[in-house]
């Protein structure tokens, strides 16, 4: 820690009137007023300094009064430019590369500047149309084999990207070629990974010559260690798997085995696909197989393409500042024409909206009284401070449904509330089981009462306290605004394999502190601990769960010291991808809508790799794994997943915390939002700024 400032500053909200009819009797408003102390700190994050942030607010409500309209008169609702979105967002992105991009962030970018073959249905999450293919493929079509391996999509012709390329069947090989040559550990690629090439152990490219998997993610071993021989095998193998007729104008993709999903999981942003030769220009893999090597694993931080982006879809991104925001315009020469709409009764030709610009702002009480003043049409609302949004809503809209209400209460409110939006994610807090000795976030490394050791939460007693410790329902309570419901394993409740009879940890002070008393060798009451939990800046909801944990221990013992720091999102993500941070609290958003894709991540892919699970657990986990999706009988993989649950259970690697329903507020001038739970962001290209359908 190189150096600590304060600063102080008030925020000043002032609630306004969306439109201003004839005088009648007086009206009483609520005025804000937010102080917020900001302590900012310099550490150091993979040899980098990196500003952290804590934040105090205080928030003090006073009245005025002022003339308001009659009440049977309504309100118009216009937007100051109809050309212009603009969102106030919490979150960077971390990279533009569609073949590394694994955030949300990162994801709603790449979608509404790229395309995929195939892609959602509006709202549907399971219905697909053609995007750069023609078709969709299906069994009854001919365009997916009787024994489902084998997928071909033909390539739509007389798409360019925005650089002036053209599209062709070779640019759809190379993107899926070069991404699961890159095979980042911290990327999406295990999800192509595993139904293209068969490979379940450790997901990851090199499996195909070291089943053991001691390759995985390291570059430097790959290098030192595989053959030439075994190297242009690899390649030649995804080659094989991925094959472009530029002549017939087709893509076939050979998959190891019959998947599903496999539409569901090329829908997505890191389906999306880029011009080969652009690439190439930039840096990228040249599609040889004797230099594939050289790009594998890379980070994103190390792409080539992680701050440029070349897409055919409707928006172009005009700029992106890191820390700042970025801003998309309309593609003039977009591909799709007015009689081609994406879905039937979707949008087509030029988008409606021109220019969206989305800025970076963690602080609430600024998003607020910017939303609150109409200089924004969309700000990300913490669940928290839901009720605070609530004041100025005047419509409820339910997101199933799409039958919008007016509020009686409110009328006139300048919002419209969508609620009803289930969350296929979570947030949770995950222990890091061996911490490189080079870590910033555990004090002095020791177990002297001013660090931790590298290995502390491999002690199960420290795990199993740290979940006795956590206090569930005030965290539902203050965090999720009593909107959440727990859950009790990686499964999403009313999912198959999710075990609503299955163990949970209670809230339990005495549990708690019996456990910390008999880990470590008995020392830690004495001795105690000190390290640092970690979340990303501006999310309240994972700096609340962070603060119930800090009280609860420090109550138990003075000695037990956890300290909460917030890191900016892409900071915050290479600092848990290097295995950094003793406790983070970060969250999952479904890829696809399977118990698979919640179990892999959280036992043994994503997180299970960021916590250093060792090895022996990860067996475990992994046995029931791939029992649970080798076989299609539903009562099977639900017993298997049940099994694998109470395992997790046993072994506690995190604190599984709850889901809540979400809910977006925006200005009533806004048309034509839908929501789609898989989509990553907002898809811009389907809204516009006149009301809509509403």
Request: glycine content about 8%; aromatic content about 10%.
């Amino acid at each position: 820690m190189k150096n600590t400032k304060r600063l102080g500053f008030f925020v000043v909200l002032v609630a306004t009137l969306a439109l201003l009819l004839v005088a009648c009797q007086p009206q009483t408003v609520e005025v804000t007023r937010v102080v917020t102390e900001t302590v900012t700190e310099t550490i150091e994050v993979e040899g980098q300094p990196v500003e952290v942030t804590r934040v105090v607010t205080e928030t003090v409500v006073e009245t005025v009064e002022v003339e308001a309209a009659p009440d049977e008169e309504m309100a118009s609702f216009t937007a100051p430019d109809p050309t212009t979105y603009r969102n106030l967002t919490i979150g960077d992105a971390d990279t533009l590369d569609p073949n590394l991009a694994y955030d949300t962030a990162s994801g709603g970018i790449i979608l509404n500047v790229m395309e995929p073959l195939v892609f959602y249905q509006g709202a549907d999450p399971t219905q697909y149309v053609p995007a750069l293919s023609v078709e969709v493929p299906s069994i009854e079509n001919g365009l997916i084999s009787e024994d489902g391996t084998t997928y071909t999509f033909p390539i739509r012709e007389g798409v360019t990207f925005h650089d002036g390329g053209a599209l062709e069947p070779h640019d759809v090989a190379y993107t899926f070629q070069r991404g699961l040559l890159q095979s980042d550990p911290d990327g999406p690629q295990w999800l192509l990974i595993e139904p293209i090439l068969g490979y379940n152990t450790c997901y990851d490219i090199t499996e195909g010559i070291d089943p053991e998997c001691n390759l995985a993610g390291d570059i430097d071993a790959l290098l030192t260690t595989a053959s030439a021989e075994d190297l242009v095998a690899v390649c030649e193998n995804v080659q094989a798997a991925i094959v472009a007729d530029d002549e017939a104008g087709t893509v076939t993709f050979n998959l190891a085995q019959s998947w599903g999903p496999f539409l569901a999981t090329i829908a997505q942003s890191w389906g999306s696909v880029m011009d080969m030769e652009w690439a190439v220009e930039n840096g990228a893999w040249d599609g040889s197989c004797e230099t594939w090597q050289d790009h594998y694993a890379p980070g994103s931080e190390n792409s080539e393409l992680s701050t440029i982006i070349n897409g055919t879809g409707p928006y172009m991104l005009e700029s992106w500042t890191p820390g700042q925001g970025w801003v998309y315009i309309a593609n003039p020469n977009y591909w799709r024409g007015d009689d081609q709409p994406v879905w039937e009764g979707g949008p087509s030709g030029i988008a409606d909206i021109q220019t969206v610009v989305v800025d970076i702002v963690p602080e609430w009480g600024t998003r607020f009284a910017t939303l609150q003043a109409g200089d924004a049409e969309v700000v990300t609302v913490p669940v928290a401070n839901r009720p605070q949004a609530d004041d100025l809503v005047g419509e409820f809209c339910d997101a199933a449904t799409l039958e919008c209400t007016p509020n009686e209460e409110n009328p006139n409110g300048i919002l419209r509330k969508w609620s009803n939006m289930p969350n296929p994610n979570r947030t949770d807090i995950f222990m890091t089981y061996d911490i490189p000795a080079e870590s910033p976030f555990i004090g002095s490394g020791e177990l002297d009462g001013n660090g931790i050791p590298t290995d502390f939460f491999s002690d199960i007693h420290v795990r199993r306290a740290m979940n006795y410790c956590f206090d569930y329902d005030i965290y539902i309570q203050e965090a999720l605004n009593g909107e959440g419901v727990r859950n009790n394993g990686p499964i999403i409740k009313d999912m198959l394999g999710y075990n609503e009879d299955g163990e949970m940890y209670e809230y339990d002070l005495e549990a708690c502190e019996a456990e910390l008393a008999q880990a470590w060798g008995g020392v830690l009451p004495d001795i105690g601990f000190r390290f640092q939990i970690a979340y990303n800046t501006g999310s309240v909801a994972r700096q609340t769960a962070g603060e119930i944990l800090q009280a609860s221990l420090s109550s138990i013992n003075p000695n037990y010291q956890i300290e909460l720091v917030g890191l900016p999102w892409p900071t915050f993500l290479r600092a848990t991808r290097a295995s950094q941070i003793p406790m983070a609290i970060s969250g999952w958003q479904e890829d696809i809508h399977d118990p698979h894709n919640w179990v892999v991540p959280f036992l043994v892919g994503t997180y299970a790799f960021r916590q250093r699970l060792p090895q022996e657990v990860l067996d475990q986990f992994n046995e029931y794994v791939n029992a649970g999706v080798a076989t299609a009988d539903p009562a099977e993989r639900e017993a298997i997943y049940f099994e694998l649950q109470k395992l997790h259970h046993e072994e506690t690697p995190q604190i599984t915390l709850a889901q809540v329903l979400g809910a977006r507020y925006e200005q009533r001038w806004i048309g034509d939002w839908f929501y789609n739970p898989i989509l990553p962001g907002t898809y811009y290209y389907s809204m516009n700024l006149d009301g809509g359908s509403q």
